[in-house]
């Protein structure tokens, strides 16, 4: 698998920012009429509150009951509109999402955020045209919005049309030229139009401005990663290191750049590192078991993908790795066979054709997995063609 940096990886993090942005804003203040008296007001200010804690804590049941406590109490109450809508998010309920932020634009159709929620959804399904049209619609009434910008160039970074996307970053560094999110949007779509140099470029000068930045320097080192610049990354994660010597997450990188590099007594040392500063952690030993399948050492690890399930049992990296050992394993006796293909070497196509299925077995655990599902559909698909060939060859051969 063996890349734990891609772009993709940006991409994902920026639509979940556009889509739920921040949490529901703490502000207990009412836009539009509050209410027909104090109390009304007062009690749905409180079930708002109570919302707000209850989304913070992913409990979107129990947000949305509030959210809905209070715009019952206050019919116009725009923030409790806006956070129900995003506590349906939260629960990728689109439809009652989406008509929330219709009403809130009934409510109050000269306040953005209501075009800004709309534009994020339509963005996550795909649907540019209807989400391009909010986002537009949003700035005729609020131009300097950077989030309604922002949203506008992850569209137009999608859709190919980078000079578009270039220019509404631009925009919206414009209005707030120290967001980091934004700038790392633009080192992204250089990359996207392949022209790493100039993404690259782009970051150097951001680390001069603000050297000591761990996000600029994080970013940095992904970026030279995906470009296989594998020595400039290790620069940059040993500045990190320095500055965080206990952060175990910097030493998994490491180590896995060291592992690309097929440098693996060095990737050892790191993943063993992570290990030691995080016990009750499995990515290290994930990572550990990783190492050994690309030595070879199929019995290290498995026994490092026991050791990290013990830990964290539900982890599809597990089954992924599992998958990886017993397809390597399996296409070895398939050249085993490959080479010798006579009825005294039918244990060869046995054993293969057993690896071949406890593979498969793996892999359609993980096969729908938004990290792992690629590359498991394309192994069941290399395993069954093995199978099929060592099925015919059995026939033939081992009767």
């Known amino acids: 698998m063996k890349r734990l940096f891609k772009l993709d990886c940006f991409i994902i993090i920026l639509t979940g920012i556009l889509i739920l942005g921040c949490a ?31 989304y913070k804590q992913r409990n979107f049941d129990e947000a949305i ?13 725009y923030e409790a509109h806006i956070s129900l809508a995003k506590a349906y998010l939260g629960k990728r309920d689109i439809v009652a999402a989406e008509s929330t932020y219709y009403m809130a634009k009934k409510i109050e159709p000269f306040n953005a955020r209501a075009f800004e929620g709309l534009g994020a959804l339509y963005s996550d399904l795909r649907r540019y045209g209807e989400a391009i049209s909010e986002y537009e619609s949003g700035l005729m ?34 209005y707030e030229p120290e967001n980091l999110t ?3 949007a633009v080192a992204s779509v250089y990359i996207e139009m392949n022209e790493p140099n100039k993404a690259i ?18 970013k940095l080192a992904e970026t030279f990663v995906d470009l296989k610049r594998y020595n ?57 078991a990783d190492l050994n399948i690309s030595q070879g050492k199929y019995g290290a690890a498995e026994n490092y993908v026991k050791k990290a399930q013990e830990i964290n049992p539900t982890d599809p990296y597990g089954e992924y790795l599992l998958g990886d050992i017993s397809l390597r394993r399996g296409y070895a006796f398939v050249k085993k066979w490959e080479k010798n293909k006579k009825k005294n070497n039918c244990s060869s196509l046995k054993t293969a054709l057993s690896y071949l299925r406890t593979a498969i077995s793996f892999f359609n655990r993980v096969k729908s997995d938004a990290t792992f599902g690629s590359y498991a559909r394309e192994s069941i698909n290399s395993c069954n063609n093995w199978i099929k060939g060592l099925e015919e060859d059995r026939w033939f051969y081992c009767k």
């Open 24 to 54: 529901p804003s703490q502000t207990t203040k009412q836009t539009g009429t509050p209410g027909t008296g104090t109390d009304n007001q007062l009690e749905a200010e409180k079930h708002y509150s109570f919302g707000l804690e209850y």
């Open 232 to 288: 400039e990354a290790i620069e940059e994660y040993n500045w990190l290191i320095t500055k965080e010597p206990d952060n175990y997450n910097y030493h998994l990188q490491l180590g896995a750049v060291y592992q690309w590099q097929k440098k693996y007594t060095s990737a050892e040392k790191e993943f063993e590192t992570a290990r030691a500063l995080a016990p009750d952690n499995a990515a290290p030993l994930f990572r550990l």
């Open 182 to 184: 934004t700038m790392f």
């Open 65 to 77: 009951k509030n959210f809905k406590k209070a715009i019952e109490l206050c019919s116009k109450y």
């Open 201 to 218: 470029d782009f970051l150097k000068e951001l680390k001069k401005r603000k050297p000591n930045n761990t996000d600029v320097r994080i």
């Open 141 to 174: 009434i609020d131009s300097t919005n950077v989030n309604l910008l922002n949203g506008l160039g992850y569209i137009y970074t999608k859709t190919k049309e980078y000079n578009k996307a270039l220019s509404n970053y631009a925009k919206s560094l414009k």
